[in-house]
């Protein structure tokens, strides 16, 4: 099947931006057990705590310079000057019209923020930028708007592509197109009425903290309004613990009942969302075509199909029963509805559509992103579905230092890695005596961090490899430009069959140039680096193809 090549909306690799006169490194996402609590009444202190402990949600950083002034065209086809707005807050963001990550994310925030002021709300002006160099045509930003029932609720402007890198240039907004994707610096700027940027915010790819950071961008435009107007909202910022398929539970199932879900029997999930149909016209019947794999599943020859609406970041309540309304059939298989996010997060969906089979007990198998890769032919499907369940990545547990059965009798040097499975090690000069002991043995580094998309998306491709090709070859990681705190947490929910240790780019020089993260790095026996892929694994075969040239032969 050939892969659809349209844009999806990253984190920059190595997620730096650089602001004129501001240097801001930004942190990301992992996932935390900590759960939430929600009180309107709890001291400053304690909601600054559990903010600055909540790696799902970026506290903004505190800005004080005038904001670049831009013209450009709006949905409408009018012109939009950001100098038009002095006297107003407003709220900027960088969105690309195509993307099915981050941004919409991001505009369910901003139109949260406005509705949580109330009638303060009519003093804040929400603003997009187009971040796509290959869709700044006016329908792109009109599409976008209306896909998530934001033509009236901002204005988003386009423009030439040379006048889009001055402004793209000016906010210190990052827009690369990296094997056909798009990547951008997920930003969302409050400017004060006076013109000056006061509060720069990240979007995380977290579903559950979106009204979280609805509530700190309403806030952040409250304190630069007159008067302070309350924000209606109470919101505690702790992290808000996603649900796992380990764990059981049931989520609302659109018609009546409820869909059961957690161990107990593997399971197939769609996560989609109805504004995917501006990717996928045909969003309908290809829902409807899945009745084909239901059927065949309901005969107990492969997995039950369970689609998720990630209603946490649909237009309206009103969007999903409208998109199903127009089928032509009810669908066979069950459609739960996630309104909070935690579902999407406990399966760790990075995108919409995506598939994700989990094993019996809850195990991640197989991930399939159908934004990028494309719809899925039934044939196709069945075929990997079926082949992810005769060879299971069974990763172990974290904490567990038992070797893996597919990892057995590996020799010493290997079982060494294997028994220190999903730990975060020393440093870089930990790192080099490492693979100086590992001579005689072909190494993969695989250069990653746990703010990085890319890299969470190709982690389980690694787990998998390794256990494959780990009694010859050695998989190392390295975690780069990363902090600890944040590492670990991701190495628990991401699991691999090998350890990591702690570097920078630069420290990382002597191996290979890291001009992006993930970064696979392929070392001979002899010690000499042969190959260095950068970017994305996108397929499981790619992957190995590389491992098999390049490790092995």
């Keep these: 099947m050939t892969k659809r090549r349209s844009p999806l909306a990253r984190w920059l690799p190595l997620a730096v931006v650089v602001l004129v006169g501001v240097g801001v490194?930004?942190?990301?996402?992992?996932?935390?057990?900590?759960?939430?609590?929600?009180?309107?009444?709890?001291?400053a202190s304690s909601l600054g705590a559990a903010l600055g402990s909540n790696p799902n949600l970026?506290?903004?950083?505190?800005?004080?310079?005038?904001?670049?002034?831009?013209?450009?065209?709006?949905?409408?086809?009018?012109?939009?000057?950001?100098?038009?707005?002095?006297?107003?807050?407003?709220?900027?963001?960088?969105?690309?019209?195509?993307?099915?990550?981050?941004?919409?994310?991001?505009?369910?925030?901003?139109?949260?923020?406005k509705r949580l002021l109330g009638a303060a709300g009519s003093q804040v002006q929400l603003l997009g930028v187009s971040a796509n160099p290959s869709a700044t045509a006016l329908k792109w930003v009109r599409a976008y708007s209306r896909a998530h029932g934001m033509t009236y609720q901002w204005r988003f402007g386009t423009g030439p592509l040379a006048q889009l890198k001055r402004i793209w240039s000016a906010y210190g907004i990052g827009v690369e197109i990296q094997h056909g994707l798009i990547d951008h610096t997920p930003a969302l700027y409050v400017i004060d009425p006076q013109?000056?940027?006061?509060?720069?915010?990240?979007?995380?790819?977290?579903?559950?903290?979106?009204?979280?950071?609805?509530?700190?961008?309403?806030?952040?435009?409250?304190?630069?309004?007159?008067?302070?107007?309350?924000?209606?909202?109470?919101?505690?910022?702790?992290?808000?613990?996603?649900?796992?398929?380990?764990?059981?539970?049931?989520?609302p199932r659109f018609g009546g009942g409820s869909v059961p879900l957690g161990p107990g029997r593997p399971r197939l999930m769609l996560f989609f969302a109805t504004w995917a149909a501006?990717?996928?016209?045909?969003?309908?019947?290809?829902?409807?075509?899945?009745?084909?794999?239901?059927?065949?599943?309901?005969?107990?020859?492969?997995?039950?199909?369970t689609a998720v609406d990630e209603a946490s970041v649909e237009p309206s309540a009103n969007a999903l029963p409208r998109f199903l309304g127009g089928l032509t059939h009810r669908l066979s298989y069950p459609v739960g509805v996630d309104r909070s996010g935690r579902i999407a997060d406990g399966y760790e969906v990075q995108d919409l559509p995506w598939l994700v089979l989990v094993s019996s007990t809850g195990r991640f198998l197989w991930y399939y992103d159908v934004s990028t890769q494309g719809w899925p032919a039934r044939p196709w499907l069945i075929h990997q579905v079926r082949?992810?369940?005769?060879?299971?990545?069974?990763?172990?547990?974290?904490?567990?230092?038992?070797?893996?059965?597919?990892?057995?009798?590996?020799?010493?040097?290997?079982a060494a890695l294997h028994r220190q499975a999903d730990r975060l090690l020393g440093s870089?000069?930990?790192?080099?005596a490492r693979l100086h002991a590992l001579r005689g043995y072909p190494v993969v580094v695989n250069a990653w961090a746990s703010w990085c998309t890319p890299c969470q998306k190709e982690f389980p491709l690694f787990a998998s490899a390794s256990l494959r090709y780990g009694r010859q070859v050695a998989f190392v990681g390295a975690d780069t430009n990363d902090s600890a705190n944040n590492a670990q947490p991701f190495l628990n929910h991401h699991h691999v069959s090998y350890p990591s240790y702690q570097a920078t780019s630069g420290q990382l020089a002597s191996l290979a140039a890291i001009e992006g993260l993930p970064t696979?790095?392929?070392?001979?026996?002899?010690?000499?680096?042969?190959?260095v892929h950068t970017g994305q694994y996108e397929s499981q075969g790619s992957l190995d193809a590389d491992v098999q040239s390049y490790a092995l032969h």
Excluded at 388 to 408: D, E, M, R, V, Y
């Design 520 to 531: 696979t790095i392929f070392i001979n026996p002899a010690g000499k680096v042969v190959y």
């Design 25 to 43: 490194i930004v942190a990301a996402i992992v996932t935390s057990p900590a759960p939430p609590s929600a009180s309107s009444s709890a001291p």
């Design 195 to 251: 013109g000056r940027m006061r509060r720069l915010f990240m979007t995380q790819m977290n579903y559950s903290s979106v009204p979280q950071l609805g509530q700190l961008l309403a806030k952040a435009a409250s304190e630069l309004l007159p008067g302070h107007p309350p924000v209606r909202s109470g919101l505690s910022y702790s992290a808000v613990q996603g649900i796992a398929p380990t764990a059981h539970t049931s989520l």
């Design 278 to 305: 501006e990717d996928f016209p045909h969003l309908k019947q290809q829902l409807q075509g899945l009745d084909g794999y239901a059927s065949a599943a309901a005969g107990g020859r492969l997995p039950p199909l």
């Design 428 to 432: 870089v000069g930990a790192l080099t």
């Design 58 to 113: 970026d506290p903004g950083t505190p800005l004080n310079r005038p904001a670049p002034d831009f013209t450009l065209t709006d949905q409408f086809g009018k012109r939009l000057s950001l100098h038009a707005y002095r006297g107003k807050v407003v709220i900027l963001a960088f969105n690309d019209p195509q993307c099915t990550t981050l941004c919409p994310l991001t505009t369910t925030a901003m139109v949260d923020a």
């Design 387 to 414: 082949a992810a369940l005769s060879h299971p990545t069974a990763i172990k547990a974290p904490g567990n230092s038992a070797i893996p059965t597919p990892l057995a009798d590996s020799p010493a040097p290997l």
